[in-house]
């Protein structure tokens, strides 16, 4: 075991503790350079003061009354610049015993004659291995030859490791960039790289590979950047106060003005926005509300003459309907003209509103006449009767017969002409039950005359020949004369 307290790897657990610390900084460097390292871990990082040994465990010169040791004590770190980072502490290192671990055994005061002598330490020389003690070696300014001696002055080492580890962290950075360059150059070049931006395996695709090697062609701005905010914000911090605070009221005027020109320019631009915008919408509407009028003009225009066709149509079916009812009605065909009613009235419910209405109308109608040609045979035969009465008794009377035979001989002609009357072979002989105008018709004309040819008495102007319809016309007229009938009143009675 070694008596001095350092370990197998050549290290004290003092200074064990002194490079966990410098681990720490080192990585918190690493990691974030701008943050600020705690002034605990900072002090710690400080090595402890070194020990001058030599070769061998030589007893050094004795001095009594005292340590023949000559110390000087560490200087302090100094205060933290405006960035938060520690300043780069100056370590002092000690020649002479220390109490500590690591250092050299001393010896403990005898007594000689009753008096108390001090021993002086005594110094040997351990060959230690380890980069504090090359480094501190490497900067020795002692010559070798004066390293052991009572005359050996004390000579301070000045050990700064930020800059070593501000140098390995950006040889280690720089590294790492080349490695990450490297490895993008290849993807891109390879053509069996991964496509898009998605890590579909463990290589690198082709869009993380074009997006890092942007990134890292952007470091070097980036870096300036960061230095020229990093130079203005050190500038600002060294102003004095009454400078500093006229920057702040002229930056806090020009940010007041800045933001007035940018609500200027907003309303500006939102104004030309909605003038655009009206022009815009005025100018679609123009055009799309003319077509839109022109289209909806056509398509009204276009209905209009499909409703007129179907109304001519519609009409033109009524007049034919009503044509053949009148032709129907002419012909005294009452059945075609029910039949014709029926067939129209299977369209709408209006339409069969209409045919009950019209067929209650006929049915009425068809009472009425069949009423009216009763009456009709009743005052004919009665005047049959009375004319036949009539000539017989003035038959009779000529004949010089008694007023009972004249009035046997009036009964017995009344009873003949009832029975044998036209009249009521008129009234019982219709075609149907139903043909109530036929009877009528045939009552009110039972007395009838044929006319084949124009009459000679009537002679139109140029020797003009009657037309069959003038015939017929001519012979209802001289029917209406026969059976005692106004024309005026048969015409206005359906005769």
Partial sequence: MDPYGAGPNGFTPAQLDVLRCQIVVYKQLRAAPDQPIPPQTLAGSIPPPLTRVGQGPTPVEKVEGGPAAHALQPAAPQATDAAGRGVKPQVAVSVGARDEPGSAPTSSPRREGGVKVDEAPLVYKVPQAGPLYELAAAHDPTPASSKHGPSLPTLPYALNILPLLQSEFARLVTQRQREAAAQAAATLASPDAAPGFAWRSPALPRGQAALQARRLALLPRQHALRAAVEAAQAEIAAMPPAKHRALVRSHRALRIETARRELAQRADAAARRARDAKALKGEVLGERGGALRDALSMRNKGLLRAHERLARERNKLKGDDRQLRLEALKAHDFEAYQEMLRAQSTGAASAG??????????????????????????????????????????????????????????????????????????????????????????????????????????????????????????????????????????DEMGL
């Fill in 353 to 490: 509103e209409k045919y009950v209405a019209i067929s209650k109308f006929l049915k009425d109608t068809e009472e009425y006449l069949i009423r009216l040609a009763s009456k009709i045979a009743g005052v004919k035969l009665s005047a049959e009767v009375s004319k036949a009465t009539a000539d017989a008794i003035v038959k009779a009377r000529a004949q010089g017969l008694s007023e009972e035979d004249v009035q046997a001989a009036a009964h017995a002609a009344a009873q003949d002409a009832a029975s044998n009357s036209a009249v009521l072979r008129a009234a019982g002989g219709g075609g149907g039950p139903s043909d109530a105008q036929s009877h009528y018709y045939e009552l009110a004309h039972s007395n009838r005359e044929a006319i084949a040819e124009q009459p000679s008495l009537l002679r139109p102007p140029g020797d003009a020949k009657l037309r069959e319809y003038q015939l017929v016309g001519l012979q209802w007229m001289v029917s209406l004369y026969n059976n005692h009938l106004n024309g005026i009143l048969a």
